[in-house]
């Protein structure tokens, strides 16, 4: 292969390279998603425990009406700080459906640290019949099945504040394309929103004396959303950390060897 050749298809294939970052960059979900600053990003990111309790706080109080989260146990609260004995009272205060007994009937009892989270509704269609025909996604993974990708990476945490805190008035000429029952929402595709505004400000009281703004509360909520998603996202990090300077150890020792082993070679 001549060399212009080789120059022409290098130089291809870094015009093919570039139009792949700029497809991967289109917004997945057709709305501007506002980036925030999170606790968790970064190489050295990590969860405020604070925070996710005042999360757990608001889904418990708010979300959990409508939207179920059925890959999270409650023990996994555990992992975010909470005691045995908070946890116990937690799952205590949902009534959960078992059996059949040995009379062969279903019964109802406390739900116990190893039931997953209760689901608001029985079934899908139930959970449609009372949302005006939506269906409230189940919240396990909606922190990383919403993170856009490419040039305009934004967190799932950035999406769902943004939602939460893009509810407003339409004009005129908005209302009048609005089907029945909808809100309208900028940070929603389309923006017409079958969620009634779930949060104002005050919809919950923190314990730690937090102020319950509606940004506050959708911060919490959206972090502890991430967490939920990625329950092992810090020590994956932390592994990373590890590999990292594994490498760069290695690499250095291997230097040093190979000066010494070529040193008198000339
Ligand atoms: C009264 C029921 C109800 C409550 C309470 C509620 N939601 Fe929703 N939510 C819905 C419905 C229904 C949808 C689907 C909307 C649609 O498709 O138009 C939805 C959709 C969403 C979406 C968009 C999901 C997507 O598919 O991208 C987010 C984010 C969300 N809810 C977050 C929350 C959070 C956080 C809370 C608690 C602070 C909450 N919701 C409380 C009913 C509810």
């Known amino acids: 292969m001549g060399v212009g050749q080789f120059i022409l298809r290098l130089a291809t294939v870094a015009v093919a390279g570039v139009a792949v970052l700029f497809v991967a960059a289109a917004p997945k ?7 925030e600053e999170w606790s968790f990003q970064g190489f050295f990111g990590k969860f405020d425990q604070a925070q996710l309790h005042r999360g757990f706080q608001v889904y418990k109080e708010v979300c959990s009406a409508c939207h179920s989260m059925n890959l999270l146990s409650y023990r996994n609260l555990q992992e975010i700080g909470f005691s045995e004995a908070q946890v116990k009272e937690i799952a205590a205060s949902v009534t959960v459906m078992d059996g059949p ?7 109802e009892r406390p739900g116990k640290p190893s039931d997953h989270f209760h689901a608001p509704f029985p079934n899908e269609q139930a959970a449609r019949a009372s ?8 919240f396990s993974l909606i922190a990383r099945s919403r993170a856009g990708a490419g040039f305009g990476a934004y967190e799932g945490a950035d999406y769902i504040h943004g939602v939460l805190v893009g509810y407003r008035e339409p004009t005129a000429e908005e209302k009048a394309k609005m089907p029945e029952g909808m809100y309208f929402n900028e940070g929603f595709n389309g923006h017409h929103i079958a969620m009634p ?4 400000d005050g919809a919950v009281t923190y314990e730690d004396g937090t102020q319950a703004t509606l940004d506050q509360m959708s911060r919490d909520v959206a972090v502890f959303l991430t967490w939920a998603g990625e329950p092992n996202y810090e020590n994956r990090i ?3 950390l590890k ?3 594994f490498l760069v150890a290695f690499t250095l020792i291997a230097y040093a060897a190979k000066r010494k082993i070529w040193a008198n070679i000339h």
């Open 197 to 200: 505004p779930p949060l104002s």
């Open 29 to 35: 979900h057709g709305v501007h998603v506002e980036k």
């Open 243 to 245: 590999a990292m300077l």
């Open 238 to 240: 932390r592994t990373g």
């Open 101 to 107: 007994n040995d009379a062969g009937e279903m019964f």
């Open 131 to 138: 949302n005006n025909g939506a269906l409230p996604p189940d």
